[in-house]
């Protein structure tokens, strides 16, 4: 199974830390750090899920990620973020998709944070080249997604965007609500109840999942299941993580 990714990345870095008491000069808590971990984000979180779901991935995305950084402040007894630092947030760059061979891989995942590294017409294109293609974006939607095998955003992005969405793409879109689980053309796929530490790369573990699932079965509720148990299992754990 070959699966290609195409989007966005940066660095993720997580400060964890103990804040014993109020700062004198002001009404900030004093933080000292104890421990920091680091990871690829975005694009390069859902490639490093699929390579931990088995598939053989490959990853096209700006070269300057390890440049951008957001760093995220959490006390570590009760995993309250008090800060991200967003650096070079403006610096992707744009995508140049002329060296990509897209008959090479079983499906395309598109991670579109909406930065600026593809346009509308970049997944429009995609999307015209490959029959199996999965986006997750942060975009409004609109024609040029009509292309697309399945779209997965979430609750809110749904919201923001529930007024552009046609029945071709209302029958695409899989809208995934956290705790309540997801929706698929009006049928509910819940998940179990637990406590979720962080979400963060949430998303990225569940549109690799699905993928993966559906290339194997060609399912998509089979898929969707998968993808709600992968994500349950990463949000029970501190900071971004594969599964």
């Not at 995993?79 to 070079?88: A, G, I, P, S």
């Not at 403006?90 to 944070?113: E, H, M, P, W």
Request: proline content about 3%.
């Amino acid at each position: 199974m070959k699966i290609l990714v195409v989007g966005e990345s940066c660095r993720d870095i997580f400060v964890y830390g103990k804040t014993p008491r109020l700062c004198p000069e002001a009404p900030a808590p004093v933080f000292n750090p104890i421990n920091i971990i680091e990871n690829g984000g975005m694009a390069r979180n859902v490639y490093k899920n699929l390579l931990a779901l088995g598939a053989e991935a490959s990853l096209f995305t700006n070269d300057n990620w390890n440049t951008i950084t957001k760093t995220r402040y959490i006390d570590f007894n009760m995993n309250h973020m008090f800060l991200r630092v967003d650096k070079n947030d403006k610096q992707y760059g744009r995508a140049d998709l002329r060296r990509l061979r897209y008959k090479n891989y079983d499906a395309v995942i598109i991670s579109d944070y909406n930065k600026g590294f593809l346009t509308e017409e970049d997944i429009q294109h995609i999307s015209r080249k490959h029959p199996n293609v999965f986006l997750d974006t942060k975009k409004i939607l609109g024609a040029w997604c009509t292309d697309t095998k399945y779209i997965k955003i979430n609750n809110s992005e749904y919201e923001i965007t529930e007024h552009t969405v046609s029945e071709n793409i209302m029958n695409k879109l899989i809208i995934t609500m956290s705790r309540e689980g997801c929706r698929h053309q009006g049928v509910l796929y819940p998940v179990p109840k637990v406590e979720i530490k962080d979400s963060s790369g949430a998303g990225d573990t569940f549109i690799s999942a699905m993928t993966v699932k559906y290339v194997q079965s060609g399912d998509i509720e089979e898929a969707i299941r998968f993808a709600n148990q992968c994500a349950t299992s990463v949000v029970q754990k501190r900071g971004t993580n594969t599964i």
